[in-house]
């Protein structure tokens, strides 16, 4: 019987010293700054950036974090981290206007777009895609950082997002692209060819012919109209107002992140907490039932092996001992159920805090919500009936 005691602690004893080796998440301690390299850049080669509203990646959310993530807050989020993104690439001077775009309606000449792959307050991962006017595709890449709770502290809060360092190498990695691929005159045919898209979609006939594709279905320029051209003209100051209207729900946006910023940032704190409390717990489940199956099958081979009374009573007590280990594990996993519901919680609390405003235009009163698009796509009727009256008078 001893023996087979022995042989049964045995094996639970390696069974826990086999599953107590666990997988660290290697966390980022370094800052990358915003390189900024364009003090002496005149304006006209300065490329206006379009940094449209993100995709919340419901349809991408990875396996085993479906429970974890509230669909609620990655729809916040889907506004909220373009913005921070459109501020960084602002603030760093390496290009001209940046605005976060409510749509691609309006023709920029480098357009921004990205998915969210992952955000639980202790990682982030998103997926960027960047291409140009003429729809020459830059490139897409996957940036992903994995913090510590030293990005919450007070101090850390007040200088920047706590995944900053995420904005900051999608700006230098912009930055990077243009000064190694675009000379001066493929920046002056981007910018020539993001005001003739405008022009073409307010008057496809006068201006349809500037425009061509080549081989590869890019577009490119094939003719110019006068620079006193009326129509063109016309069609700048139409999208100078357009550009009005977009600086306007820039504001709304702005608004929309300031609000958000101290729930978010409390939500993201308190999932900080969550999200490792819930891998310690899948983790202490996991040695339990490893340890526990281990211990289960030793009792059993005691039992069922043993030729006498005392292996077989040996046996069942490793069973039972091993039934205990596996129901530990069952409770631990039911302990992670309440605290998936937290966060569930707390993702309720954020959509509470963060309403849709309302802002005043000059002749109307725009809600900004999910429908700033159909506000948007509205406006740009007012501007095409603008235009028509005025271009009928020439």
Request: glycine share 6%; proline share 3%.
């Amino acid at each position: 019987m001893i023996l087979s005691l022995n042989r049964v602690a045995a094996i639970a004893a390696l069974a826990l010293m086999v599953s107590a080796c666990e997988t660290h998440t290697v966390k980022s301690t370094t800052y990358t700054p915003v390189i900024s390299n364009s003090q002496d850049v005149p304006e006209e080669l300065l490329l206006d950036v379009g940094v449209t509203i993100f995709d919340p990646g419901i349809d991408e959310i990875r396996r085993g974090e479906e429970e974890l993530t509230n669909h609620e807050i990655r729809v916040a989020e889907s506004r909220y981290a373009p913005f921070l993104l459109s501020e960084t690439l602002q603030r760093s001077g390496n290009w001209g206007i940046v605005r976060l775009m409510p749509n691609a309606a309006s023709p920029m000449d480098v357009l921004v777009s990205g998915t969210i792959l992952q955000s639980n307050g202790e990682a982030m991962a998103m997926r960027i895609e960047v291409s140009d006017s003429t729809g020459r595709h830059w490139y897409t890449k996957e940036y992903d950082e994995v913090i510590s709770q030293f990005s919450y502290e007070p101090s850390q809060r007040q200088q920047n997002d706590p995944f900053q360092v995420v904005y900051n190498n999608i700006a230098n990695d912009l930055l990077a692209y243009r000064e190694q691929n675009l000379a001066a005159d493929r920046i002056l045919e981007i910018r020539t060819v993001s005001e003739m898209l405008f022009a073409q979609r307010f008057s496809p006939d006068a201006f349809s012919e500037y425009l061509g594709e080549d081989r590869r279905g890019n577009l490119q320029i094939q003719a110019l109209p006068a620079q006193n051209d009326p129509l063109l003209q016309r069609i700048r100051d139409i999208r100078e107002r357009d550009f009005m209207f977009i600086d306007t729900v820039q504001d709304y946006y702005a608004t929309y992140a300031r609000q958000m910023r101290l729930p978010y940032d409390s939500w993201r704190e308190q999932s900080y907490q969550e999200t490792i409390t819930l891998r310690e717990l899948q983790d202490s489940a996991k040695r339990r039932f490893i340890a526990g199956t281990a211990v289960v099958l030793g009792g059993l081979a005691a039992a069922t092996q043993g030729g006498n009374y005392a292996t077989q009573t040996g046996g069942a007590v490793g069973v039972g001992a091993g039934a205990y280990l596996i129901k530990s594990g069952f409770d631990k996993q039911a302990e992670a159920r309440i605290h998936m519901e937290a966060l569930e919680e707390l993702g309720e609390s954020l959509e509470n805090e963060v309403a849709p405003r309302v802002i005043n235009l000059e002749d109307r009163t725009i809600t900004l919500t999910g429908s700033v698009e159909e506000q948007y796509s509205q406006w740009r009727e007012i501007l095409a009936d603008l235009y028509a009256a005025e271009a009928d008078s020439f």
